[in-house]
């Protein structure tokens, strides 16, 4: 099993930034790709980015492509979200997950994060 902890989220202005973090422990965290969706109340959780065992390939939902970054460090388990020109709508609980490959939907990752706010006023 492995244990996922997000962190980073918070009240922002609109055009403002926030970087998240999702801290792993428990089996190797380089063995798994990682990703990052968000979710609202009423509505489906929705894949925001991913990325491989090695950061090469990675993965963006269209709306946050050149505002959003992920990243990753596996020598210190740890997978980041770079949020850049935050918009009210980017306002959800954001979720980090782990799993075999870098895909986009929910079901493709094994193991996640009790997520963490972000909230974007206008």
């Known amino acids: 099993q492995v244990q996922l902890v997000e962190s980073g989220g918070g009240l922002v202005q609109a055009g403002g930034s926030l970087r998240l973090s999702c801290a792993a422990s428990?089996?190797?965290?380089?063995?798994?790709?990682m990703g990052w969706f968000r979710q609202t109340p009423g509505k489906e959780r929705e894949f925001v980015a991913a990325i491989s065992l090695g950061g090469v390939r990675i993965y963006y939902l269209d709306s946050v492509k050149g505002r959003f970054t992920i990243s990753r460090d596996n020598a210190k388990n740890t997978v980041y979200l770079q949020m850049n020109s935050l918009k009210p709508e980017d306002t959800a609980v954001y979720y980090c997950?782990?799993?075999?490959?870098?895909?986009?939907?929910?079901?493709?990752?094994?193991?996640w994060g009790q997520g963490t706010q972000v909230t974007v006023s206008s």
């Open positions: 997950a782990a799993g075999r490959v870098p895909l986009t939907g929910v079901r493709d990752y094994d193991y």
């Open positions: 428990g089996r190797t965290f380089s063995s798994y790709a």
